[in-house]
Structures are given as structure tokens and as C-alpha cells.
């Protein structure tokens, strides 16, 4: 797992290669902000389904 310990728009490179930022959404949320290069792939979940598997991944372990 990276932990990132960086401020709001603060950027890592990871393996010379992705670069991960952090921003802060007017939510107040963080986000990562994640640049990848080209040629990758990126597959992507919709939000609120991550979300809700999270909170079902959560309910199991109480």
C-alpha cells in the first residue's frame, strides 16, 4: 500500500512513471489525483457502486 504525505497539490512519482496527486474538493474530501501515462489502460468503477461495496465490505466486519 503507498501512503501519500503530501499537502493539497502535492504530486508523487511512483516508478518513474504515475504520478499521484492530492486534491481537496470542495467537499472537503481528499481526492488523487492519478496521471497515467499513455498506452495504459485504466479501468474504472463508477463512484457510488465503490462506495456502496465498500460500506458492504465495512458491515461484514462489525
Given amino acids: 500500500m ?6 493539497n497539490h502535492q504530486s508523487v512519482i511512483i516508478d518513474n512513471v504515475i504520478e499521484v496527486t492530492v486534491l ?3 467537499q472537503g ?4 489525483g492519478i496521471d497515467v ?6 479501468r474504472r468503477k463508477d463512484k457510488f457502486s ?3 461495496e465498500i460500506q458492504k465490505s465495512q458491515s461484514r466486519d462489525i
Fill in 2 to 7: 503507498l501512503v501519500l504525505g503530501c499537502t
Fill in 24 to 26: 481537496n474538493n470542495k
Fill in 29 to 32: 474530501q481528499v481526492v488523487l
Fill in 37 to 42: 501515462p499513455e498506452g495504459i489502460e485504466v
Fill in 50 to 52: 465503490l462506495v456502496e
